[in-house]
T-cell receptor
Framework: SQKIEQNSEALNIQEGKTATLTCNYTNYSPAYLQWYRQDPGRGPVFLLLIRENEKEKRKERLKVTFDTTLKQSLFHITASQPADSATYLCALDGGATNKLIFGTGTLLAVQP | DTGVSQDPRHKITKRGQNVTFRCDPISEHNRLYWYRQTLGQGPEFLTYFQNEAQLEKSRLLSDRFSAERPKGSFSTLEIQRTEQGDSAMYLC?????????????FGPGTRLTVT
């Protein structure tokens, strides 16, 4: 079955630095991959989608890369701010119904 | 607010009781998903509706769980004879049926605690 791994430990970085989160997957070839942000007690919020034929996608301070050979996606937040502190979830498409298969998420803490 | 709404936000029930949750998706979205999330884990897919048709159910969805989406609008998720293991956040999400649009919009979730 599909397996998605994200950094299990929290990532602590200093304000202004670039945060890099990793998503690795096995036993699957997704047509696309998505990143979501989740704050405590709230539902996930969509951030970015990258398709299998795209190498990189950017949106403001966010950048996502997708390496289908390595089966890995990297999510970068540049010039990080304390307001970026949250859990970030990686999700793969789950087939024809477009259900999402989520990783466990990585907790990012940006220190002022 | 035109986002996805869920009701109630919190539910505490005793083991063995039945509970029902409601989800109101974004009005123009015809796809609706239910997920379950436990502490420290990502959401896990439970079931999917396209309009009023339930097209996929996870094996996580035991026969104590049932979901409906009458008239292709709001959806309900019912859990019968709740067990402590059912304690979790139940999330609803909706999306457009559009080849160019795959992102899902999540509601705030219903946190269920079974005592």
């Amino acid at each position: 079955s599909q397996k998605i791994e994200q950094n299990s430990e929290a990532l602590n970085i200093q304000e202004g630095k670039t945060a890099t989160l990793t998503c690795n997957y096995t036993n699957y070839s997704p047509a696309y991959l998505q990143w979501y942000r989740q704050d405590p007690g709230r539902g996930p919020v969509f951030l970015l989608l990258i398709r299998e034929n795209e190498k990189e996608k950017r949106k403001e301070r966010l950048k996502v890369t997708f390496d289908t050979t390595l089966k890995q996606s990297l999510f970068h937040i540049t010039a990080s701010q304390p307001a970026d502190s949250a859990t970030y979830l990686c999700a793969l498409d789950g087939g024809a119904t477009n259900k999402l298969i989520f990783g466990t998420g990585t907790l990012l803490a940006v220190q002022p | 607010d035109t986002g996805v709404s869920q009701d109630p936000r919190h539910k505490i029930t005793k083991r063995g009781q039945n509970v029902t949750f409601r989800c109101d998706p974004i009005s123009e979205h015809n796809r609706l998903y239910w997920y379950r999330q436990t502490l420290g884990q990502g959401p896990e897919f439970l079931t999917y509706f396209q309009n009023e048709a339930q097209l996929e159910k996870s094996r996580l969805l035991s026969d104590r769980f049932s979901a409906e989406r009458p008239k292709g609008s709001f959806s309900t998720l019912e859990i019968q004879r709740t067990e402590q293991g059912d304690s979790a956040m139940y999330l609803c999400a909706s999306s457009r049926h559009d080849l160019l649009s795959y992102e899902q919009y999540f509601g705030p979730g219903t946190r269920l605690t079974v005592t």
